[in-house]
């Protein structure tokens, strides 16, 4: 038999809505009866930010005091998490840890090991030793010198004290600090190029001299770069106060094939600064060969220098040609008038020959009319020069240099030899003056009658004192040796004992 509720539909719904009233109280209280308890946060304490001089642009010193009297249980710190704002601009990354101190009544002075970046404008300062935070009313305070902020304007700040087991969070504090507009103008680097290496030989650095200067009036630190477009570049790290100024050479490496004219680019963040700069090609050796007609002495001799431009590797324009006989062989070069000189070759045509020179004994330079390419792919550049007297036979050494018309560098060079015999006279050396040789006049092998005109005079010796050092006199000092000494060259003494044979002879 079914029992059936014989009270009203409202009297029912009463009942219901009081009995679950009743549950729900009895499951609230048995929770809370069983042992759930609430967690405790982290205990905020006071936190006062100052900063010095607080200005935007420059370097500035945050004291962050933190009063600990609200922390009630003692906690073990080892890191403090330090939050500048990230919209002040504060590159906490950019901050030693020799800028950091941390001092309390209770904790000491711990030394700080490491600074780390967690993010943007938040520095985690890590002390050498945990240290207990529960000061009882004292002040824990936090030093940071050298911050530069970059923005300016109000802005919040705040410390956490991290737990040296979990790494939780047991006690904070908050505030704000103020940024004023930067009385200093920010650091800016100039650049100005003062002195270059150029022009340079291919293989042979390119440097350049730049003065950094710092027109700012904060010291900043700055990679300065040079680029020489096509050859490469280099780089140095400066590091300048504000006003401060500093040269710096930086340079880069050329090779062979690498002439020609660059853009030099010295450049700081700031500015930059340009010039031109030149490589220039190296000096090539080339097969030289030399001959002589007839190759005799006491003769007029001419000479052909064949000189193979195959090796040049760059243009270069030339306009003397430096030709040396070798001083031991006796010519005369300043005797070499120009007409007896000539210039050819397949690509430089025959141009004139302005005026010869003597740069030193036994050396001829030859100055072109006009200028012509070394370039001549597997051409000659021929130098003929007739008419030239060597005062020695044997074997002597020659070599012709190219200099280019704007330095007056050697661009190429050649070396041969050749040989002179001794002349069908074969008794005596070659004329010392005019076109007359000496003449032994008694047959003693002495050759006192200097000027060739069968005459023994004071004229003689007059001409072979101005002459005793010629190369015609020194190579053959043995006809010379007038004064009987065992010597190889001519001497004051041999100017002297002739002349004593002059006044023996009138």
Same mark, same amino acid.
């Given at each position: ?116 970046? #967690? ?46 087991? @979990? ?7 908050? %505030? ?48 300065? %770069? ?37 853009? #030099? ?25 030399? @001959? ?33 006989? %070798? ?66 036979? +044997? ?25 002179? %015999? ?22 003693? +092998? ?8 069968? @005459?023994?005079?004071? +004229? ?45 002879? @009138?």
């Amino acid at each position: 038999m079914v029992r059936t509720d014989q009270r009203s539909i409202p009297e029912r719904i009463g009942a219901v809505t009081v009995t679950a009233v009743l549950l729900l109280s009895v499951v609230s209280f048995g929770g809370l009866s069983g042992g759930i308890a609430a967690q405790e946060g982290p205990a905020e304490g006071p936190l006062t930010t100052d900063v010095q001089p607080g200005d935007a642009g420059v370097e500035n010193d945050f004291t962050f005091a933190f009063n600990a009297s609200e922390i009630s249980d003692e906690r073990s710190v080892l890191d403090i998490r330090i939050n500048f704002s990230e919209v002040s601009g504060v590159d906490a990354s950019a901050i030693a840890e020799d800028d950091v101190t941390i001092e309390g009544e209770d904790t000491g002075t711990p030394s700080v090991d490491a600074t780390a970046e #967690a993010a943007p404008g938040v520095l985690v300062v890590t002390s050498s030793d945990t240290f207990t935070l529960d000061n009882e009313g004292g002040v824990l305070t936090v030093n940071v010198s050298g911050v530069e902020v970059s923005n300016e304007g109000t802005f919040d700040s705040e410390v956490e004290f991290l737990d040296d087991e @979990e790494g939780d969070v047991i006690a904070f504090g908050s %505030d704000q600090y103020e940024i004023g507009e930067g009385s200093q103008n920010p650091a800016a680097f100039d650049v100005q190029i003062t002195d270059t290496n150029s022009p340079v030989t291919a293989g042979e650095p390119v440097t350049v001299d730049a003065e950094i200067q710092n027109t700012g009036d904060v010291s900043a630190t700055q990679t300065i %770069d040079l680029t020489v477009d096509g050859l490469g570049s280099d780089d140095v790290t400066v590091s300048l106060d504000g006003g401060q100024s500093t040269t710096e050479t930086l340079s880069v490496e050329t090779a062979e094939g690498d002439a020609g004219t660059y853009t #030099a680019t010295v450049a700081s963040v700031d500015a930059s600064a340009s010039t031109t700069v030149e490589v220039q090609a190296g000096t090539t050796e080339g097969p030289l060969t030399t @001959e002589v007609s007839p190759g005799e002495t006491g003769v007029e001799n001419t000479f052909t220098f064949a000189f193979n431009a195959s090796e040049i590797s760059d243009e270069r324009s030339v306009l003397d040609i430096r030709i040396d006989f %070798d001083e031991a062989s006796g010519v005369d070069a300043a005797a070499i008038p120009e007409d007896d000189v000539t210039i050819e070759g397949e690509s430089t045509g025959t141009p004139g020959v302005d005026a010869t020179a003597e740069a030193e004994s036994g050396v001829l330079v030859v100055t072109s009319s006009d200028t012509f390419t070394l370039d001549n792919e597997d051409g000659l550049v021929t130098v003929t020069i007739s008419g030239v007297e060597v005062g020695a036979d +044997g074997s002597f050494a020659s070599e012709i240099e190219f200099l280019d018309d704007e330095e007056g560098d050697v661009i190429a060079f050649g070396t041969d030899g050749y040989p002179i %015999d001794e002349g069908e006279s074969g008794d005596g050396p070659p004329p010392v003056v005019g076109d007359d040789p000496p003449q032994d006049l008694n047959g003693d +092998g002495l050759y006192r009658d200097i000027d060739g005109d069968d @005459e023994f005079t004071i +004229g003689d010796v007059q001409l072979f004192f101005r002459n005793r050092n010629s190369a015609v006199v020194q190579s053959n000092a043995a006809a010379f040796n007038f004064d009987s000494e065992a010597t190889v060259e001519v001497t004051i003494s041999d100017v002297q004992a002739l002349f004593l044979d002059s006044l023996d002879s @009138e």
